[in-house]
């Protein structure tokens, strides 16, 4: 695990206090470093990967991206390397985590599930 600079711990306080900051973050975000302080963070919690909620117009619904999805996907390549099997572990215990979590709710966004 890489420890974090004093700056990019600063930024995740940052985007702890202000949602709006999280979805340019998380488009922004690479590497593995950031994964573990995210995590503690509860940002891949799996109650984060958000359910359809009913839309403005009657009998339709909205399925809301989730925004931690973009770091996820974008840092996932970086598991195919052997030192990296740890997380690679963690990341197939999270697409658990949240499988369950959907399945025992019942509730299904494709757009996770796609992604």
Do not use: C
């Not at 509860?42 to 109650?47: E, Q, R, T």
């Not at 572990?89 to 979590?101: A, D, G, M, N, Q």
């Amino acid at each position: 695990m890489t420890k974090l600079t004093a700056d990019e711990s600063d930024l995740l306080i940052r985007i702890d206090d202000k949602e709006e900051l999280r979805p340019y973050f998380f488009r922004k975000a690479k590497g593995l470093k950031w994964f573990d302080s995210l995590s503690r963070r509860g940002y891949f919690n799996p109650n984060q990967n958000p359910p359809p909620v009913v839309a403005k117009e009657e009998g339709y619904m909205s399925v809301p991206f989730w925004p931690a999805l973009d770091y996820l996907v974008s840092t996932s390549p970086e598991l195919r390397s052997k030192e990296n099997s740890a997380y690679a572990e963690k990341f197939i215990e999270l697409i658990r985590s949240v499988t369950i979590y959907a399945i025992d709710h019942k509730f299904s966004n494709f757009r996770t599930w796609w992604q």
